[in-house]
């Protein structure tokens, strides 16, 4: 039984440590953005590893940006080939400024990722400047623009993805979705 809970430097938490040893139950309250489905996160994760399902192969992880599309893939193919290949299951979504040249642009990406990756890894981006769907979009941040294309999945619609300026990644959605919605909305 769980009964110390200690985070260090996993989002916005810490050193972070929780006692519940004798606590049957608790209840998290707080202000937006304090933490609460972080820690709800770090539960469900050792819940995970608990039940034997590994933190490396249902984890959703977020990667900075690094600064252009070119450095995006040199990143992928110098630090997380060998990271995927170690955990079969992991997939990943490479997000870039197609620039107005995606039909170069796109095959580029793919023909550049390994063979035995191909099925893992989906290229997805905006035409042009990611700053104008957030304009048009009404979105105060790229966080938002996120979550409406979350929202677009779970619910199976083109609300947002049917953008302009979204709209040439069905394809490669459709090829996503087929592989993460399962584990993702289940």
């Not at 819940?47 to 399902?53: C, F, P, R």
């Not at 490479?94 to 063979?115: E, G, V």
């Not at 035995?116 to 979009?137: A, C, I, M, T, Y």
């Amino acid at each position: 039984m769980l009964q110390r809970l200690y985070v260090h430097n996993y989002r916005c938490l810490e050193n972070f440590e929780l006692i519940v040893k004798g606590i049957p139950s608790a209840l998290l309250i707080g202000k937006n953005g304090s933490g609460k489905s972080t820690i709800a996160r770090v539960l469900e994760l050792f819940q995970s590893i608990a039940q034997g399902v590994g933190l490396d192969d249902r984890a959703i992880q977020i990667l900075p940006e690094v600064g252009g599309w070119k450095k995006v893939l040199a990143e992928f193919i110098g630090c997380h080939c060998s990271e995927m290949r170690s955990h079969p299951a992991r997939m990943m979504v490479l997000l870039i400024d197609f620039d107005n040249q995606y039909t170069t642009r796109f095959p580029y990406f793919r023909s550049n990722i390994p063979c035995d990756l191909q099925e893992r890894v989906f290229v997805l981006g905006v035409w042009s400047e990611p700053e104008q769907l957030k304009r048009e979009l009404g979105c105060v941040g790229f966080e938002k623009i996120g979550e409406a294309l979350a929202k677009d999945c779970y619910e199976n619609s083109t609300q947002t993805w049917g953008h302009e300026l979204l709209e040439h990644n069905e394809s490669e959605l459709h090829r996503m979705m087929a592989a993460v919605k399962p584990f993702l909305f289940s």
